[in-house]
């Protein structure tokens, strides 16, 4: 049973930003079935859990980083419209239901409760052009959190276009050797998630997401020409089931945060030959600083985010870097964000992200983005998203 007596109270700092915060340290998140009250023995042993859960966190974050492979698809930036109205840092934010998906750590600092229900679209290059590499995806989301547990479900649909060796699904025939072949992929995947954490003193959280997915790709040469990627959202996929898990871990002091996730820890696969699919190990990770009543604003967020692995796309490899901000005004009625990201390994070319939240009501948001990089670039994404968001 969740000691609802024993949750902490609201403090009055977070509320004004529509977060809704609280003010006692993460070693306050309920625990199920453990009483205030407990022998020696058992507090020996919940403090051997602890540290246990510390060092497979721990492990898994080093592992990612100095030994993962490239990703190749499910961005960190797939979800998200606050998260994306920040140009993407936010990692070390994460602070309502999207930190399933951004950070599981983060729950534990978030709203007592949250929801989030979200719809978006995005391509890139701004200019899709009838040949060349290009990329789509649609995105609907659904997540509930309180700082014990989150649930969550992500709905994707991405469809790639490049050449048999950038796409790495097929190779090209004898007919077609010593030209370039155009290869369309349709990559389908839904995602239920639980999420849970564990504090270890009262600065640190660590927390995992496990997940069960359904997902698979197709792939073909027969797609091509102008809206080649709108209909290769109309392939039939056949799908396979998967488990997957995230961790992360966050840390507090003050007014600033240090964030690092990584999804994807096992490097679920899908299908076989042509349609092969890995989701590969991604890693990231970031700061943020938070402060109230800055001028004349009720709130203020900054943060950087940096990925720790790099991803294989059909435009080469990819490493982000991202900042932004968000700015809280008129009694935090109404927010705005902006933000910058760049590719740190290939061509740097920065894109723009704008976003706004409008509070219906107290608790209740309308969430918007709008993401486009320079009409110039070949890799730059453009697109839109929209979510309604709870904060109480």
Do not use: K
């Not at 915060?21 to 602890?50: K, N």
């Not at 961005?75 to 602070?95: I, K, L, N, P, S």
């Not at 969550?152 to 077609?176: C, E, T």
């Not at 989701?279 to 970031?286: F, K």
């Amino acid at each position: 049973m969740i000691m609802l007596a024993n949750l902490p109270r609201p403090n009055a700092e977070r509320m004004a930003s529509g977060q809704c915060s609280y003010s006692r340290p993460a070693t306050d998140i309920p625990v199920v079935g453990i009483s205030r009250a407990r022998p020696a023995w058992c507090a020996v042993a919940c403090r051997l859990v602890s540290v246990r859960v510390a060092l497979v966190c721990g492990c898994s974050l080093a592992l990612a980083s100095a030994a993962a492979r490239p990703a190749a698809a499910q961005a960190f930036e797939d979800v998200g419209t606050r998260a994306q109205g920040m140009g993407g840092a936010f990692v070390a934010v994460a602070d309502d239901a999207s930190a399933t998906w951004w950070n599981p750590a983060g729950l534990a600092g978030g709203a007592f409760f949250s929801t989030i229900l979200e719809r978006a679209q995005w391509r890139a290059p701004v200019d899709t052009p009838i040949a060349g590499p290009a990329t789509q995806s649609r995105t609907s989301a659904f997540a509930l959190a309180y700082p014990a547990l989150g649930l969550s479900y992500y709905r994707f649909r991405l469809s790639d276009r490049g050449q048999s060796d950038s796409i790495g699904a097929m190779q090209p025939g004898r007919q077609d050797e010593g030209r370039d072949v155009p290869v369309v992929r349709a990559m389908a995947v839904s995602a239920f998630g639980a999420t849970v954490g564990q504090s270890l003193g009262n600065h640190v959280v660590v927390a995992s997401t496990v997940r069960l997915l359904r997902a698979g790709a197709v792939t073909t040469t027969d797609v091509v020409g102008s809206g080649a990627l709108d209909r290769a959202d109309d392939l039939r996929v056949t799908r396979e089931t998967r488990g997957d898990l995230d961790v992360g871990v966050m840390v507090r002091a003050g007014g600033v945060s240090l964030g690092a996730a990584v999804r994807h820890v096992g490097e679920p696969g899908f299908g076989s030959g042509d349609a092969r699919v890995v989701l590969t190990r991604q890693a990231r990770a970031g700061v943020a600083v938070r402060r109230s009543r800055v001028g004349v604003f009720d709130s203020l967020i900054g943060a950087v985010d940096v990925d720790m692995t790099t991803a294989t796309t059909v435009f080469g490899d990819e490493r982000r870097l991202a900042t932004g901000g968000e700015l809280g005004l008129l009694r935090s009625r109404v927010f705005l964000r902006g933000g910058l990201s760049t590719n740190t390994v290939g061509d740097r070319e920065w894109q723009e992200s704008v976003g706004a939240s409008i509070a219906l009501r107290a608790g209740l948001y309308v969430d918007g983005v709008w993401v486009r990089g320079a009409a110039a670039s070949r890799t730059s994404r453009a697109g839109w998203g929209v979510s309604l968001r709870s904060a109480f």
